[in-house]
């Protein structure tokens, strides 16, 4: 499903995939909320494996948000939107190009 | 849930002596019939769980607020917080004070924290208590709190009081040790209450986390299945109070206070919670304002 939501979107870069991988990456790595190191993550690891907890999650969020300048709607504040890289990465790429939660 | 029938049952409990009321919502006496459920209650509980082999602690209804700090219950609970203050200033600040309370002036800005907080559900104090005896034991812990509660909620409805008693039993060890704890509490607890003659449904349950922050914290807790909630009708039948809660922290407390099992890991833990009032209405709710005219049956378990 996730693959097909990805494929859908269609007007992003490889570029601009990159950028916000490592976005996301800096986000992770300068918060000490993973008790890994996030280089070591591939993008489809477990985040809550790597140390993440329910608090720390929140507080990804928040960030994502600030960084993005998004804001996720309510039925995207879940626990697996934030279980990846990748789940973050669809989840922000559907928030900027308004198609939350497809 | 309608109101008329949160103040009708409260109402009606006042008039029977049962609530004392104290001019503020959610905060009542009770009467000598009230506590003697209460405690014929609490005595069966400690039977149902006799074979665990509990640790009994008994604390004040008040935590260090270091502990409390550290507890991150206001990064999920700020709007429930109470916190103990008091007037620490001299003479001429004393003569401020009281010129204030005359003239009906805001004077709690003389007020200032002390290291004293509410405690917000009993097993608070358990934790760094345990983490400071350091690694657990083979067998992980079982600890007996039996505390009131503070819980700013004001509300007509007398089954959400503001100070409260939780007695509970709360398991620190391994993630299997505390998953059995959990399960075989969710049976005993429907038992329990059966046993009592009351309608149970056993439901799963998210906590009043804050904000938006919140929702998602109350939505991980449901997609985890972390916290169930034995609910009775009180004063509706589309919303039933909870009167027991089965949570399985997994390593949040374990974390926080760095408590290790034998093996080096970190300490999961989970409880089980009695709500002491919420019980006792249910149990007027159903079989009447009068204990004496309760069914024999009922009356058995309890009375013995």
């Not at chain 2, 049952?9 to 009230?34: E, K, Q």
């Not at chain 2, 657990?136 to 959400?160: I, K, M, N, Q």
């Not at chain 2, 998602?216 to 909630?229: S, V």
């Not at chain 2, 006792?280 to 309760?294: E, K, M, T, V, Y």
Request: include cysteine; aromatic fraction near 10%.
């Amino acid at each position: 499903m996730r693959a097909t939501a990805w494929t859908a979107l269609g007007d992003e870069t490889a570029e601009d995939v990159a950028s916000m991988d490592t976005t996301i990456r800096e986000i992770l790595a300068d918060s000490g909320w993973l008790a890994v190191d996030v280089a070591a993550l591939s993008d489809g690891d477990d985040l809550y494996a790597a140390g993440l907890t329910s608090h720390g999650s929140v507080n990804l969020m928040l960030a994502l948000e600030e960084r993005f300048d998004i804001e996720f709607p309510e039925q995207l504040l879940r626990r697996r939107t934030f279980e990846s890289i990748a789940a973050i990465r669809e989840a922000v790429t559907g928030l900027r190009n308004g198609t939350a939660g497809a | 849930m309608s109101t008329e029938t949160q103040t009708a049952f409260r109402d009606a409990l006042v008039a029977h002596g049962l609530l004392i009321p104290m001019g503020v919502d959610g905060l009542y006496g009770r009467s000598g019939v009230f506590e003697d459920v209460v405690e014929r209650f609490d005595a069966l509980i400690t039977q149902w769980g006799k074979d665990d082999g509990a640790e009994v602690m008994r604390f004040p209804p008040a935590l260090n607020r270091r502990h409390f700090e550290k507890s991150e219950y206001l990064n999920s609970f700020p709007q429930l917080a109470g916190t103990i203050h008091s007037f620490e200033g001299n003479e001429r600040d004393h003569q401020t004070l009281l010129q204030k309370l005359h003239d009906g002036e805001d004077w709690t800005g003389m007020q200032r924290p002390t290291d004293v907080v509410l405690t917000p559900a009993a097993c608070y104090p358990v934790y760094p208590t345990i983490a400071a005896r350091g690694v657990l034991p083979e067998r992980g812990r079982v600890v007996d709190v039996y505390s009131t509660c503070f819980r700013h909620e004001p509300s007509l409805d007398p089954a959400r009081m503001q100070l409260f008693r939780m007695r509970e039993y709360v398991r620190i060890g391994t993630p299997n040790q505390v998953m059995s704890f959990r399960r075989s509490w969710l049976e005993r607890g429907k038992l329990l209450m059966e046993s009592l003659g009351v309608p149970v449904a056993i439901d799963l349950a998210n906590d009043p986390f804050f904000g938006r922050a919140g929702r998602m914290l109350a939505a991980n807790q449901r997609d985890q299945g972390l916290k169930f909630e034995l609910l009775i009708p009180i004063t509706s039948a589309e919303k039933p109070t909870a009167c027991l809660s089965f949570n399985y922290h997994q390593d949040h407390f374990g974390l926080l206070w760095d408590i290790r099992t034998a093996d080096g890991e970190l300490a999961h833990t989970a409880c089980v919670g009695f709500g002491m009032e919420r019980v006792a209405l249910a149990l007027f709710r159903h079989h009447g304002f009068d204990p004496a005219d309760w069914p024999q049956a009922v009356r058995a378990v309890l009375w013995g």
